[in-house]
């Protein structure tokens, strides 16, 4: 089994990008790494930096993931800053924020970069349209999971597994699952 | 008259650094240049990451200005990503994270990089404690003035030179100018 080191510090995301890798034959470790992220608004962009800046200074395959919420009637926000938002204000200043607004219209956005030492990046992403919910609701996921609804349950009613079947990380990376086995067997082979 | 380019796409900012460093002998000239803003909490970092790009980029002796205003109740939110949250929420939606919190304390913060090309990048910041307003008060200034107020009025009530003369980036500003006009007497005349 190839193994790919995953650069993050979010156990949450960890235990999905694991479940979901190796059940495709990939073995996937954890590394921190604090890697410069861009501050722009272009997600493609901040994991393909990082995921390069990495693999040259850990010298390993690596893949990175940015994940955001995109709220329609807050003009996007929080977007790529989701986690520095999350951070601060946290689901209570979200829904503070969605007090009294009825278009509850968001999307979920992951976008996961993938680097060889030395290589390119290559981007991968992934999407899921939901609604904000009105009170924060169930106990599994993180971060924005217990306020974001899809098909009638927020992410944090759901198991990892139910929510691995619908995802944004999901959808993201199943194309880069497949990206990597194909390329895996070409080149490595 | 020494003339140094101000990396900047923001009208107001500009008026306010023209004036500080004019008054300081030194000429200002606007350039635009979408230098790449790191995502991290660290302001000083920021700068000092644009202001090398930039001076290497264009060649020329470049200053940047990042600025912030960090409220504690929100636990520093907006912080360093105060322009990204003006242009998608608004002062609109900072009184709607406030309504009904008592505690508006807040600091605007300034920091100017300062970087000649193939040189080492510089840093000088600036800080003033104010409140949060409950309401937009003031016709000048520009992004967060009209919700910020210092001495019983909020920076949109203040004229250009009323701000200039408190204000996180003449602080910040004050001590570039001051640097500036020491170190460039030594090593250039």
């Known amino acids: 089994m190839k193994t790919i080191y995953f650069v993050t510090g979010n156990v949450g995301k960890m235990q999905?990008?694991?479940?979901?890798?190796?059940g495709a034959g990939i073995h996937i470790q954890q590394v921190e790494?604090?890697?410069?992220?861009?501050?722009?608004?272009?997600?493609?962009e901040i994991a393909r930096h990082g995921a390069q800046d990495a693999a040259n200074h850990l010298g390993k395959r690596i893949i990175v993931e940015d994940a955001g919420?995109?709220?329609s009637a807050l003009n996007g926000f929080p977007g790529?800053?989701?986690?520095?938002?999350?951070?601060?204000l946290g689901n209570e200043g979200i829904l503070k924020l969605m007090a009294g607004i009825k278009n509850r219209k968001a999307c979920f956005k992951s976008v996961v970069g993938y680097c060889e030492p030395n290589g390119e990046a290559v981007t991968f992403s992934g999407a899921v349209d939901g609604e904000i919910a009105r009170e924060i609701k169930g106990e599994h996921g993180f971060g924005y999971d217990p306020i974001f609804i899809h098909d009638g349950k927020t992410f944090g009613e759901l198991t990892t597994e139910e929510k691995n079947k619908v995802s944004h990380r999901y959808g993201a990376l199943k194309k880069f699952i497949?990206?990597?086995?194909?390329?895996?067997?070409?080149?490595?082979?």
Chains 1, 2 share one sequence.
């Open 178 to 189: 497949e990206w990597f086995n194909t390329c895996d067997k070409k080149i490595f082979n």
């Open 33 to 44: 790494y604090p890697y410069p992220e861009l501050q722009c608004d272009d997600m493609e």
């Open 80 to 88: 790529p800053y989701s986690s520095y938002v999350f951070k601060t």
């Open 16 to 22: 999905e990008v694991k479940k979901l890798c190796e």
């Open 69 to 71: 919420l995109f709220i």
